[in-house]
Nanobody, 116 residues
Framework: QVDFVESGGGLVQAGGSLRLSCAAS????????MGWYRQVPGKQGEYVAT???????NYTDSVKDRATISRDSATNTVYLVLNSLRPEDTAVYYC??????????WGQGTQVTVSS
């Protein structure tokens, strides 16, 4: 069982920035990759960014030049900074944790709304 505490979502104006945080606790000893996934109702969700235990990062194309994901492995906390926000970034953002057994755990989600 993994528990998550997510924070940092909210209403932001277009062009602004936000920082999402997610602290995982519980069965995190076998963590492989952490990341952020976003979902808009009625649309296909997508991984925004991921970071491995070795620090390798990956970003979806739409945020590649605007996002930075980072991780504190000592506290199992993952951060996502997203700059130059656009209305199309509006979504529920979910923290994810993939362990070495290829099981994915999901946070409860935090709403990000970008106003134009």
């Amino acid at each position: 069982q993994v528990d998550f505490v997510e924070s940092g979502g909210g209403l932001v104006q277009a062009g602004g920035s936000l920082r999402l945080s997610c602290a995982a606790s519980g069965a995190t000893f076998s963590t492989k990759t952490m990341g952020w996934y976003r979902q808009v109702p009625g649309k296909q969700g997508e991984y925004v960014a991921t970071i491995t235990d070795g620090g390798r990062t990956n970003y979806t194309d739409s945020v590649k030049d605007r996002a930075t994901i980072s991780r504190d492995s000592a506290t199992n906390t993952v951060y996502l900074v997203l700059n130059s926000l656009r209305p199309e970034d509006t979504a529920v953002y979910y923290c994810t944790l993939l362990n070495i057994l290829s099981r994915t755990y999901w946070g409860q989600g935090t709403q990000v709304t970008v106003s134009s």
